[in-house]
């Protein structure tokens, strides 16, 4: 009974985040500007976190959190090191 | 004291987060103390200003606060979400605040929440004049922004840390 | 999925609401990403997936491991208070780039904001109006500027047309 729905919840959370993350793919390709690429690899990056933790969850295996917790890590610093380049560098578009 | 744990809040922090990684045990206690205290001290060669907390019954207060700020806000921006970007009934703009704050701890706090709440974001703060850009998604929801925040958070901000 | 058996049903159906709410909040971050028009508005879309979105399923992750376990499991801590301190370092960096870029004139703007006063020059007048910039849907029975006024606000050295 209660493995059935938690089945069900992490099939469709799971279902969720790759449609989320092909959303955010899609405005990563398309972005107008630069900043709304970086935004959208933030976002990503987010989502891929949330979708490790999820995938663990129905795994039953705690090591898709050390997964999680890597991609958390390198999402900041990459976001960080582009938003400081944007502003920084003499950007020719 | 001072000179062997200068950041004690930051140490503390440390051991938890520490704790937190690894199963509990003495010797992961003893090992995660020795880091944050060496950390403590790599910190204090930076010279941050150190944060000061005057009133720590207020925290508890500001936290809730915010919890539920951002529950009402994420509602709201979902709201609007949904009703798609080219209903009417939002407005979406930028605003200009004028901040009594100086500390820089309670700076970044207040930077913290404004851009964790969905619906503002923080955008430019001149450290000199005291003024503060923020973009609103929703103009509307509130008619006057510099009393909201004034009278919302920084009088609590101010509370403790100044 | 055997190990989920072992969890009470209340327990299941509590899991289970936390986790369906955090994706579809997540969800929602993202179909924010695809429908905003500009780039100011955009910057608010995955808040809601960095706040309330991570936070129910660290939260349902977090219950789910300590009661499979019958130990408190609080490792995944470690990403809620990361993903508390990061996202706003991120979205404030992000924000003030694309400020600067937007009044970088060589680079082109698809958006007015409000030009930057330096410290100093600004006098004892206060906080500006600056509710007329952006690329807006402005209506104008809501708020005091018609478009003539917003145009007024500009300062001409700063900021050009993109029209001209």
């Given amino acids: 009974m209660s493995a059935m729905i938690l089945e069900y919840a992490l099939t469709y959370a799971q279902i969720a985040m790759i449609l989320a993350l092909g959303i955010a793919c899609w405005r990563m390709l398309r972005g107008p500007r630069a900043q709304d690429r970086v935004l959208a690899l933030d976002t990503m990056y987010v989502q891929a976190m949330l979708l490790f933790l999820l995938i663990g969850m129905g795994n039953g295996n705690v090591f898709f959190f050390e997964g999680a917790l890597v991609i958390a890590v390198l999402g900041f610093v990459t976001t960080v090191c582009a938003a400081k380049f944007l502003m920084r560098g003499e950007v020719i578009e | 004291m001072t000179r062997l744990i200068p ?33 403590g001290w790599v910190v204090n060669r930076l010279h941050p200003p150190t944060p000061r907390i005057r009133r720590w019954g207020a925290i508890p207060r500001l936290a809730a606060l915010v919890v539920w700020d951002i529950l009402k806000s994420n509602i709201a921006v979902a709201r609007i979400l949904l009703l798609g970007p080219g209903h009417p009934s939002y407005h979406s ?33 001149e450290a000199e004049d005291g003024y503060l850009l923020l973009h609103v998604l929703d103009l509307r929801s509130e008619d006057d922004w510099q009393t909201l925040i004034r009278d919302r958070y920084e009088t609590l901000l101010m509370e403790i840390f100044e | 999925m055997r190990h989920l058996e072992q969890l009470p049903p209340v ?112 006098g004892k007048k206060g906080p500006r109006d600056v509710s007329g910039y952006g690329e807006g849907m402005l209506d ?10 917003t145009r007024e606000l500009r300062d001409p050295d700063d900021l050009h047309d993109p029209t001209d």
């Fill in chain 2, 93 to 125: 703009g930028f605003v200009e605040l004028e901040l009594r704050l100086r500390d820089q701890n309670a700076l970044a706090l207040l930077a913290i929440i404004l851009s964790a709440t969905p619906g503002t974001a923080w955008l430019e703060y």
């Fill in chain 3, 11 to 122: 327990a299941a159906i509590i899991i289970a609401l936390f986790v369906v709410l955090g994706s579809t909040l997540a969800l929602l971050g993202s179909i924010g990403l695809f429908r905003l028009k500009s780039f100011y508005q955009r910057l608010h879309a995955p808040t809601m997936a960095y706040s309330y979105g991570t936070l129910l399923i660290v939260v349902g992750s977090m219950a789910m491991f300590s009661l499979i376990e019958k130990r408190p499991v609080l490792h995944e801590l470690v990403i809620g208070i990361f993903m508390l301190i990061t996202p706003p370092v991120t979205l404030l960096m992000l924000g003030r780039a694309a400020l600067r870029r937007d009044r970088d004139t060589k680079l082109g703007h698809d958006e007015l904001v409000p030009p930057r006063i330096p410290p100093g020059e600004r």
């Fill in chain 3, 140 to 149: 104008k029975s809501v708020l005091p500027h018609t478009k003539a006024e």
């Fill in chain 2, 7 to 39: 950041h004690p809040l930051m140490s503390a922090a440390l051991v938890f987060v520490w704790l937190l990684l690894t199963r509990f045990s003495l010797g992961h206690l003893v090992l995660g103390t020795a880091i944050a205290i060496l950390a």
